[in-house]
């Protein structure tokens, strides 16, 4: 099932030992475009502090009740080292978040190794907004995120495109994605979208 991924903020965390906050937002890999780590806000029984947790943690989302259960305990969440979630979050930070949790790490032992440059993390937050432009001109901003609730990877750039007709919303495949520029904040596509199709006023197109 495909979720929009801001559907997800504000579920409820649930550790094997009781509450440990609501989902803040995800952190994604730009290269992938797969979903690693969940921002949880922590609430006032950790003064406020915001912390990861790796979606192979996660059970399936209960959406009536609006949480997730997570198989780990309070404990081992209080103790996992700080991350700045305001920055993007480096490879040697999730190597030491692995670390604290005796897991191995989903790059394996010789993609990435930390003591190399490495992809950092972005939240799936910081681009919302971004300029979205295909081979033929820019088509509208980033509006959300289209996820799988199994592997919870990105499927597709949902894009505001109301600039070319009301209430317009473009489906962009991952796969059509050839270049972020993290500095501008602009998303390039591979692809012709065809604005005669946006004016025409099609809903739901995909790409």
Known sequence: ?????????????????????TVGDVLFEGVGWANRWLIVNAGKWLSGRK?????????????????FSVNLTRRQVEDSPDVDTD????????AALYEHYDWSPYWGDDLYPVSE???????LASVRGYRVHATDGEIGHVE???????????????VDARNWWPEQR?????????????????????????????????????I
């Open 144 to 158: 959300d995120f289209l996820v799988d609730d199994v592997g919870w990877s990105i499927r597709y750039v949902a």
């Open 87 to 94: 920055r993007p979050v480096s490879r040697q930070t999730e």
């Open 51 to 67: 912390v990861l947790l790796p979606h192979s943690a996660l059970g399936r989302p209960d959406k009536a009740q609006r949480r």
């Open 1 to 21: 099932m495909l979720w929009d991924a801001s559907a997800i903020n504000g579920y409820a965390i649930e550790a094997s030992d009781g509450p440990l906050g």
């Open 170 to 206: 473009l489906l962009v495949s991952r796969r059509s994605v050839q270049e972020i520029d993290w500095t501008d904040r602009k998303i390039y596509l591979s692809v012709r979208v065809g604005l005669e199709n946006l004016n025409a006023g099609a809903s739901g197109l995909s």
């Open 117 to 123: 440059a490495s992809p950092h993390l972005r939240s």
